[in-house]
């Protein structure tokens, strides 16, 4: 053999074992995925129902397992019994650990334990087509007074810290999702279930809210739920002019609460006694991640409309208008910030107007809460605008996706980008994927439950059978 055929033989050699190496490594830094280009709401992906449930009900094997045999959706029924006492959710069907399969999964129904799972494969495969954690909402969240027992705030840090930088929030993504390529990597999570959470979770309404500001940004409002019940939200004021509203709870009953804010986290909140001319208030301390620790409730007069500012750090002026006469009285408080009480005195008439409880200012910053409607939320929805911000809603950051099922309420459609009905409803499923919505088809186990076109996710109880695998297949699913 001569030196050149010695030389293009040796090159020949190395370019076989160069092809045999990339084969074991994957495709190239910056390499296409096939599948890439395609927009998301037109792909279709391998999905899986009640994915906790493995083969107790159905044949889906471990989260782990579904996971490397492609499935891209995995469903967890969630429920918030005994949240205060185990500090989160348990997964299970009709009930915590109903129906779920232990084999190759968490010994426990706590959610965050078969969240870490998912992270955890999906930090291990970091070009994995774009991976969506349902979450089937078993309970009413609402009735959760608080972060403490497992309102929508504990479960949005929960979401948050389980998948960090790899969560995509649906808050960044206020159109179209993109192509599977820009998507590669990212968890994206989805509320689904109970209908009163999920709405909730998009608006929130009441009636007579009012506000107060801070110099350091932080915002509190305080509102009566139109029932008597007497709610707040914290939240800080952004550089964008934004309100990041971050915690959330019921702390009384009552009607037409006011409320007053210092520039350490103090806060003094009035209000009117829902059955009678009482006039209460409470003290309460603003901590870094917005929780409020609150004192009792006191009375300190009778009367209607009370109004409540700082005029410094530890004093205050309150006035309300008597309940027999258009006269309005003021009070003078002291506030002992240790012991969380006020010490009024100085009670007399005042002709100065009722104070604008609705509006609040701290510098240039500057907010205003009211009730209306937004689009397809009611007239009662929580509202505020800044400088900044002509009208947004008071509502929970948007970590999650709503999910959107035939018979919801219409805030639930506004600008929802995933649907779902049973896999039997094809003319709700065929209907929403030509709108190029991403449409979920649940109970998915037969191939007569396919529509064209197909549902973006046929979430099947049994991934493995060989009519759903050629499905997918035929189909192009993307993993």
Same mark, same amino acid.
């Given at each position: 053999?001569?030196?050149?055929?010695? *030389?293009? !033989?040796?090159?020949?050699?190395?370019?076989? +074992?160069?092809?045999?190496?990339?084969?074991?490594?994957?495709?190239?830094?910056?390499? $296409?995925?096939?599948?890439?280009?395609?927009?998301?709401?037109?792909?279709?992906?391998?999905?899986? !129902?009640?994915?906790?449930?493995?083969?107790?009900?159905?044949?889906?094997?471990?989260?782990?397992?579904?996971?490397?045999?492609?499935?891209?959706?995995?469903?967890?029924?969630? #429920?918030?019994?005994?949240?205060?006492?185990?500090?989160?959710?348990?997964?299970?069907?009709? /009930?915590?650990?109903?129906?779920?399969?232990?084999?190759?999964?968490?010994?426990?129904?706590?959610? %965050?334990?078969? =969240?870490?799972?998912?992270?955890?494969?999906?930090?291990?495969?970091?070009?994995?087509?774009?991976?969506?954690?349902?979450?089937?909402?078993?309970?009413? =969240?609402?009735?959760?007074?608080?972060?403490?027992?497992?309102?929508?705030?504990?479960?949005?840090? *929960?979401?948050?810290?389980?998948?960090?930088?790899?969560?995509?929030?649906?808050?960044?993504?206020?159109?179209?999702?993109?192509?599977? &390529?820009?998507?590669?990597?990212?968890?994206?999570?989805?509320?689904?279930?109970?209908? &009163?959470?999920?709405?909730?979770?998009?608006?929130?309404?009441?009636?007579?809210? $009012?506000?107060?500001?801070?110099?350091?940004?932080?915002?509190?409002?305080?509102?009566?739920?139109?029932?008597?019940?007497?709610?707040?939200?914290?939240?800080?004021?952004?550089?964008?002019?934004?309100?990041?509203?971050?915690? #959330?709870?019921?702390?009384?009953?009552?009607?037409?609460?006011?409320?007053?804010?210092?520039?350490?986290?103090?806060?003094?909140?009035? !209000?009117?006694?829902?059955?009678?001319?009482? =006039?209460?208030?409470?003290?309460?301390?603003?901590?870094?991640?917005?929780?409020?620790?609150?004192?009792?409730?006191?009375?300190?007069?009778?009367?209607?409309?009370?109004?409540?500012?700082?005029?410094?750090?530890?004093?205050?002026?309150?006035? #309300? %208008?008597?309940? /027999?006469?258009?006269?309005?009285?003021?009070? +003078?408080?002291?506030?002992?910030?240790?012991?969380?009480?006020?010490?009024?005195?100085?009670?007399?008439?005042?002709?100065?107007?009722?104070?604008?409880?609705?509006?609040?200012?701290?510098?240039?910053?500057?907010?205003?809460? %009211?009730?209306?409607?937004?689009?397809?939320?009611?007239?009662?929805?929580?509202?505020? /605008?800044?400088?900044?911000?002509?009208?947004?809603?008071?509502?929970?950051?948007?970590?999650?996706?709503?999910?959107?099922?035939?018979?919801?309420?219409?805030?639930?459609? *506004?600008?929802?980008?995933?649907?779902?009905?049973?896999?039997?409803?094809?003319?709700?499923?065929?209907?929403?994927?030509?709108?190029?919505?991403?449409?979920?088809?649940?109970?998915?186990? /037969?191939?007569?439950?396919?529509?064209?076109? =197909?549902?973006?996710?046929?979430?099947?109880?049994?991934?493995?059978?060989?009519?759903?695998?050629?499905?997918?297949?035929?189909?192009?699913?993307?993993?």
């Amino acid at each position: 053999m001569t030196t050149l055929h010695l *030389e293009r !033989h040796r090159l020949a050699v190395v370019a076989v +074992a160069l092809g045999a190496a990339a084969a074991l490594i994957g495709p190239a830094a910056g390499a $296409a995925t096939p599948g890439d280009s395609l927009p998301f709401a037109s792909a279709i992906f391998k999905a899986t !129902h009640n994915s906790y449930s493995g083969n107790v009900d159905g044949s889906k094997g471990s989260i782990t397992a579904q996971l490397d045999s492609g499935v891209r959706f995995i469903e967890f029924d969630i #429920h918030d019994n005994g949240y205060a006492t185990n500090g989160d959710y348990s997964i299970g069907h009709n /009930s915590p650990g109903d129906a779920v399969d232990h084999t190759g999964n968490p010994a426990s129904n706590r959610l %965050r334990d078969w =969240l870490q799972v998912i992270n955890t494969w999906s930090a291990a495969h970091p070009a994995h087509a774009p991976l969506v954690v349902m979450l089937d909402l078993k309970d009413n =969240l609402t009735d959760n007074p608080s972060f403490a027992e497992g309102n929508l705030t504990a479960l949005n840090q *929960e979401l948050s810290d389980a998948f960090g930088p790899r969560l995509l929030p649906a808050k960044e993504v206020p159109g179209a999702l993109g192509t599977i &390529g820009s998507l590669r990597g990212r968890v994206l999570t989805l509320l689904s279930g109970d209908a &009163g959470t999920r709405t909730e979770y998009r608006r929130d309404v009441g009636a007579d809210p $009012a506000v107060a500001i801070n110099a350091r940004g932080q915002v509190v409002e305080v509102h009566d739920n139109g029932g008597g019940s007497l709610w707040y939200w914290t939240g800080t004021y952004g550089s964008d002019g934004r309100i990041t509203w971050r915690r #959330h709870g019921r702390y009384d009953s009552g009607t037409t609460p006011a409320v007053a804010l210092n520039d350490n986290g103090q806060l003094v909140e009035v !209000h009117k006694s829902q059955n009678n001319s009482g =006039l209460w208030y409470r003290v309460g301390q603003l901590d870094a991640t917005g929780e409020i620790t609150w004192s009792a409730s006191r009375q300190y007069d009778n009367g209607v409309q009370p109004t409540v500012r700082f005029t410094a750090a530890g004093t205050l002026r309150e006035v #309300h %208008r008597s309940q /027999s006469s258009s006269q309005n009285w003021a009070w +003078a408080g002291t506030l002992d910030a240790s012991a969380l009480t006020v010490a009024w005195s100085g009670n007399a008439k005042t002709a100065d107007a009722l104070p604008d409880k609705a509006t609040a200012a701290s510098g240039s910053s500057r907010v205003t809460v %009211r009730t209306g409607t937004d689009g397809a939320a009611p007239a009662q929805t929580l509202l505020y /605008s800044t400088p900044a911000v002509t009208t947004d809603r008071v509502r929970y950051v948007q970590t999650a996706f709503d999910e959107y099922q035939a018979g919801d309420a219409a805030v639930l459609q *506004e600008g929802a980008q995933f649907y779902a009905a049973t896999a039997t409803n094809s003319s709700f499923i065929t209907a929403a994927r030509q709108s190029g919505h991403s449409v979920r088809g649940w109970d998915f186990d /037969s191939a007569s439950n396919a529509t064209s076109p =197909l549902a973006n996710y046929p979430a099947t109880n049994h991934p493995s059978d060989a009519w759903y695998t050629n499905l997918l297949t035929q189909s192009g699913a993307v993993s």
